[in-house]
């Protein structure tokens, strides 16, 4: 096969499989509520010139998201998609320099398996005839022969059918930002089984709490119950988030339930 035709054939194939398209950012998603301006307000610090970059294996979504939440960081986006060409850990880092990202984590792929098909390719084709003839005119003075030649050219095209087997992977990756915090705990509201057992409606669960954080270094446990802060009650996660900004950089007394008793904890939040 000539080259120019191999050269036209390998360049079909990679187009029908993606070209050069960059998964990562053609598939990114914001998280809810994850604007620009939001993110600026939240981050600990300035973007990095290029985020940091982790690996991990694929494991349940929240559980990987707690699991950063607690080093500190915060999910702003996230890219997955499946591709038959391999994806370069390169254009998920591009990708987490647009969203100011200060931190990568990109999943090992996961192989989903292969698809097998046919496709169709057409090339030009020319086709170049050479002619030659004579002809000979007698006279009175005698004859003479004239000889001439040419040639002509046909243009169409070809079509071959090239059997091509793409093997697909799962790609996925996490953007996210260092978060600056108050107090550094993330709550939930209590579920029935929680009100009917501590028979009241007041009251939020700490879900997890930040490495490092005042709340960290106060002492605040998953799991405990808050009930108070500063002698006032706490009805639920809005009214609790209200207070704690209300007091930035001051020291505050939160009333927690832990193991069927309270306990009150002194907290120096971050200004």
């Not at 050269?7 to 998280?31: D, M, R, T």
């Not at 591009?94 to 990109?106: F, H, M, N």
């Not at 005042?214 to 988030?241: M, Q």
Request: overall charge positive.
């Amino acid at each position: 096969m000539p080259l120019k035709k191999k050269f036209i054939i390998s360049l079909a194939i990679v187009i029908a499989l993606g070209g050069c398209a960059n998964g990562y950012k053609q598939f990114y998603k914001p998280e809810n509520g994850a604007t620009p301006e939001t993110i600026a307000s939240m981050r600990a610090a300035p973007p990095p010139v290029t985020p940091l970059v982790e690996r991990a294996a694929p494991i349940n979504g929240q559980a990987l998201i707690d699991a950063y939440a607690k080093r500190g960081y915060r999910l702003i986006g996230s890219a997955s998609f499946n591709s038959g060409r391999s994806e370069s850990e390169n254009s998920a880092i591009e990708q987490g320099k647009t969203v100011g990202a200060d931190l990568v984590v990109i999943l090992n792929p996961q192989y989903t398996g292969s698809e097998s098909s046919i496709i169709p390719i057409s090339t030009p084709t020319s086709t170049t005839t050479y002619s030659t003839g004579s002809a000979t005119a007698y006279g009175k003075s005698g004859t003479v022969t004239a000889y001439s030649s040419g040639t002509s050219t046909t243009y169409g095209t070809t079509t071959s059918f090239i059997p091509i087997t793409v093997h697909k992977s799962d790609y996925s990756a996490g953007y996210f930002v260092k978060q600056k915090f108050l107090l550094g705990a993330d709550f939930r509201d209590l579920n029935d089984a929680e009100r009917n057992e501590l028979q009241t409606n007041r009251g939020v669960a700490v879900r997890l709490v930040v490495d490092g954080s005042p709340a960290f270094n106060g002492d605040i446990l998953s799991g405990d119950i808050v009930v108070s802060l500063d002698g006032i009650a706490i009805s639920n996660i809005n009214n609790l988030s209200t207070l704690i900004s209300e007091r930035r950089g001051n020291r505050i007394l939160l009333g927690l339930l832990r193991n069927g008793r309270i306990i009150n904890l002194p907290i120096q939040l971050n200004p």
